[in-house]
């Protein structure tokens, strides 16, 4: 075992958390080594998770407008079209290869050295570093951020294997379109996944335990898009608990029964995806060896300036409280950096975003109706449709509204959702407005460009108060 030289910052994980927190810190002066098990930074969402699924999405969208003859009105006509999985897929890998890459030269730009191994956390001040080969070395840091993101939850008595039985890993480098698929879970992953493979080809079919779908998301902008879903050829069976799956040389047979309980029955795939959830992933980080305390959950605990159990090791992302998504990792890395470096570091989680990149878009930003209604909050409400925008016309994405919640005495916007084309970008616009305590006022009185899809929020903020022009 060698010793590496000492740094100021040890990051372990290299997703967005952590390469983000190191160039944040690298800026404010300190030196960085970050820790990565891969070979690529950029963690689970730049490597298997947010960009490829992103890419896929936009290729199978054309492919399926294509094929489905969308363009015929627009006086486009073609043959049918042919699908070429394989370049498909290799589109894909050349867009995470280009990305990997440009992390690699932030870190040189920043001077951030990039240790490859698996960290684990042997004092207060040390981690030792294990390569693939067996050798170890520790590294002294005055401070430690862990940021080793989050696993696949796990579903009991199925197996993945990531051939028949898949995680979103899997789901992402199928080398052929099943003929049937079905996915375990009705959240972002398995609704994302569910329209590019329907897209392709595949008959898709959705089981969620709950009773619905996108939990914790608005009620009607969830009830709306498993309309849309439904209309574009997906199938879901809600209130049904998968019980056990095992594939075979013809495919994957699972165990399903309601969830509220009843008889028991069989469903067949060529290939199962499992999108049940993520969990922390801490394993070989020795918290319990340095007595780095965890919740219920298995969260690593962090007081207001990310700090743990510990006196200097920090944690960010996925590994503590908070949704776990890759832009709550980012502004994490940020803000504990700035704080070890005597700035005033803050993220404020009322008002991270959250997108499903399907065809609608979905955005979900601050309070829902129900969380309004349990906390006694009073509250107005103003919707305003796509088929009333003229934008959404004139290009042909007219499905889907955009709500606004206001509260009812200070008309401060408290929540705004979004179902829509581009429903990710026209989000930010009311995080801004939010992030300023701006009313739904504030929104309406602001000039928007016509013709813009961006006019659809600015109607809704009329509609608050019952005046929007368009309907």
């Given amino acids: 075992m060698s010793d590496a030289e000492k740094t100021d910052l040890a990051i372990i994980g290299g997703g967005p958390g952590g390469y983000v927190a190191a160039i944040r810190a690298a800026q404010l002066g300190m030196t960085v080594t970050i820790i990565e098990t891969r070979s690529t930074l950029g963690g689970t969402c730049l490597n298997v998770g947010c960009i490829p699924s992103k890419a896929l999405l936009n290729s199978s969208e054309?492919?399926?407008?294509?094929?489905?003859?969308?363009?015929?009105?627009?006086?486009?006509?073609?043959?049918?079209?042919?699908?070429?999985?394989?370049?498909?897929?290799?589109?894909?890998?050349?867009?995470?290869?280009?990305?990997?890459?440009?992390?690699?030269?932030?870190?040189?730009?920043n001077k951030i050295t990039h240790i490859e191994g698996r960290g684990a956390i042997t004092a207060a001040?040390?981690?030792?570093?294990?390569?693939?080969?067996?050798?170890?070395?520790?590294?002294?840091?005055?401070?430690i951020l862990i940021a080793t993101g989050s696993e696949v939850q796990p579903l009991k008595d199925v197996p993945i294997d990531e051939i028949q039985i898949v995680s979103s890993t899997g789901a992402l480098a199928l080398a052929k379109v099943p003929k049937r698929m079905v996915v375990i879970g009705g959240g972002y992953i398995g609704l994302e996944m569910a329209t590019v493979w329907r897209r392709l080809g595949a008959e898709v079919e959705v089981v969620e335990y709950l009773p619905r779908i996108l939990p914790g998301m608005d009620a009607d902008l969830a009830s709306k898009f498993k309309t849309i879903m439904e209309k574009q050829g997906i199938t879901f069976r809600m209130g049904t608990a998968v019980t056990s799956a095992k594939a075979n040389k013809s495919g994957v047979v699972l165990n399903i029964a309601p969830a509220d309980g009843g008889d028991a029955e069989k469903l067949t795939a060529d290939v199962v995806l499992v999108a049940v959830g993520r969990r922390p992933y801490t394993d070989g980080l020795g918290l319990e060896a340095m007595d780095i305390k965890t919740n219920d959950r298995g969260r690593i605990a962090v007081d207001a300036h990310f700090e743990t159990s510990i006196k200097g090791?920090?944690?960010?992302?996925?590994?503590?409280?908070?949704?776990?998504?890759?832009?709550?990792?980012?502004?994490?890395?940020?803000?504990?950096?700035?704080?070890?470096?005597?700035?005033?570091?803050?993220?404020?989680?009322?008002?991270?975003?959250?997108i499903v990149y399907t065809d609608p878009e979905i955005a979900t930003l601050g309070k829902t109706e129900e969380q309004l209604k349990t906390a006694g909050i009073d509250y107005h409400k103003g919707v305003f449709?796509?088929?009333?925008?003229?934008?959404?016309?004139?290009?042909?994405?007219?499905?889907?509204?955009?709500?606004?919640?206001?509260?009812?005495?200070?008309?401060?916007?408290?929540?705004?959702?979004?179902?829509?084309?581009?429903?990710?970008?026209?989000?930010?616009?009311?995080?801004?407005?939010?992030?300023?305590?701006?009313?739904?006022?504030?929104?309406?009185?602001?000039?928007?460009?016509?013709?813009?899809?961006?006019?659809?929020?600015?109607?809704?903020?009329?509609?608050?108060?019952?005046?929007?022009?368009?309907?």
């Fill in 62 to 109: 054309k492919y399926a407008e294509l094929a489905s003859g969308g363009l015929a009105d627009l006086g486009i006509t073609a043959g049918k079209p042919k699908l070429d999985l394989a370049q498909m897929m290799a589109n894909k890998d050349q867009i995470v290869a280009g990305l990997t890459d440009g992390i690699r030269l932030l870190m040189r730009k």
């Fill in 385 to 471: 449709p796509f088929m009333a925008n003229s934008r959404a016309r004139a290009t042909g994405h007219n499905e889907g509204f955009v709500k606004i919640l206001a509260d009812a005495k200070t008309d401060q916007v408290l929540g705004v959702h979004i179902i829509g084309h581009d429903a990710g970008t026209l989000i930010h616009e009311c995080a801004i407005a939010m992030a300023f305590g701006a009313s739904s006022e504030d929104i309406a009185r602001t000039c928007h460009g016509h013709p813009t899809l961006s006019e659809a929020v600015k109607e809704a903020a009329l509609a608050v108060e019952g005046r929007a022009i368009h309907i």
């Fill in 125 to 143: 001040n040390t981690v030792t570093i294990t390569d693939h080969a067996g050798n170890q070395q520790n590294l002294h840091a005055d401070r």
């Fill in 313 to 354: 090791i920090f944690a960010i992302g996925d590994v503590i409280d908070g949704p776990m998504l890759a832009h709550k990792a980012e502004e994490d890395g940020v803000a504990a950096a700035e704080i070890m470096a005597g700035h005033s570091g803050h993220v404020d989680y009322d008002l991270v975003p959250g």
